[in-house]
């Protein structure tokens, strides 16, 4: 069962707004991985340009030399310049067209483990949000992570705009549609600033979809006629409740002006429902929480993020928590013996 409501013009008594307002400071920039690949890059930079377009943020380009095989000797350092300009000018050609939108575009060249270089441009930087695209090979299946994905995935926080290879290559992103799911939890509803922002800047819609499972009973043999009703009378319940609160956040985000949806399936699987509707509703961005109710300090992420973020056949943008894994290896590590320590702009 689906039911959906749109927000009227105007809106009257409305309750207190989300504040956006730390998601639209201009000294934090987002920074964006560029791998070698020049189709990766294509795909990718659009996205990174409308996410600081869209935040007023300056852009920061990444790109990772490298480790040489044999590290532990001394580097050649016109052997290093070269290489450095090389990769410089491949970034460049990749940006194409798309510079003159931002007032702020950096390059930087750096060597060393993507990670490791990413995660070091984040906390130096204090970087709002990260870019990155979630499969280096095209042809892998839709479970499988690139390395430098998974591994950020599994040691960040913050938020991770990933960027997957079926999406276009464009030479400008415009947001139309964004979809944010919810569950009830304040952990879901914690990205809900960054949405309105989102929206706001691109006049987007905003779709807030609640899907609510199938209503579980212990069962040793078959149902019974009062279990079966039981069922109804729990997803009624459940049904209810879920209409009255999406449609309290959906009025307190119509009161600024956004143009904001609220979509309610009952009786579905989350993870599933969600990947459907983002294709039946032609969603251009989908803006979640790595952790909802059921959220475990032990992971990185819940089961329908992680779902969402192997599965989602357009960008995902993933506010992790806290309680991300941030391994074991030190973020500024770049091996011995290497020519400039430091990223190169």
Not at 3 to 20: D, I, K, L, V
Not at 56 to 82: F, G, K, M, N, Q
Request: charged share 25%.
């Amino acid at each position: 069962m689906l039911a959906s409501s749109s927000a009227p013009n105007q809106a009257h008594n409305c309750e207190a707004e989300f504040s956006e307002r730390s998601f639209s400071s201009t000294s934090s920039p987002v920074l964006a991985y560029v791998e070698a690949s020049a189709s990766a890059a294509r795909r990718l930079i659009p996205h990174a340009m409308a996410m600081a377009e869209a935040l007023s943020a300056p852009l920061t380009l990444l790109h990772v030399l490298d480790l040489p095989v044999r590290p532990d000797e001394p580097a050649d350092p016109v052997e290093w310049s070269i290489r450095r300009q090389e990769a410089h000018s491949r970034v460049r050609r990749a940006i194409g067209e798309g510079q003159p939108r931002l007032s702020k575009l950096d390059v930087r060249v750096t060597e060393g483990r993507p990670v490791d270089q990413i995660r070091r441009c984040v906390r130096e930087l204090e970087a709002c949000v990260t870019v990155v695209a979630t499969k280096a090979d095209e042809n892998a299946a839709d479970w499988e992570l690139g390395e430098t994905a998974r591994k950020l995935i599994d040691r960040s926080c913050g938020a991770l705009l990933l960027v997957p290879p079926s999406a276009e290559a464009v030479t400008e992103v415009r947001y139309r549609r964004l979809l944010v799911p919810l569950d009830g939890s304040r952990m879901a509803e914690s990205v809900l600033p960054l949405a309105a922002r989102l929206a706001r800047a691109t006049g987007a819609e905003l779709l807030l979809a609640h899907v609510i499972p199938t209503p579980e009973l212990t069962e040793t043999g078959p149902l019974e006629a009062n279990d079966h009703k039981l069922r109804q009378q729990v997803g009624e319940r459940n049904e209810q409740v879920a209409r009255g609160y999406v449609e309290r956040i959906r009025r307190r985000l119509a009161c600024s002006g956004l143009a904001v949806r609220s979509l309610v399936v009952r009786d579905g699987d989350v993870r599933s429902d969600l990947a459907r509707l983002v294709e039946d509703e032609r969603i251009d961005l989908t803006v979640m929480s790595a952790h909802g109710r059921s959220s475990r300090p032990d992971v990185a992420c819940g089961s329908v993020a992680g779902y969402m973020i192997t599965h989602a056949r357009t960008p995902l943008l993933v506010v992790m928590g806290a309680n991300a894994n941030h391994g074991n290896h030190a973020a500024g590590s770049q091996g011995n013996g290497r020519p400039p320590r430091g990223p190169v702009s």
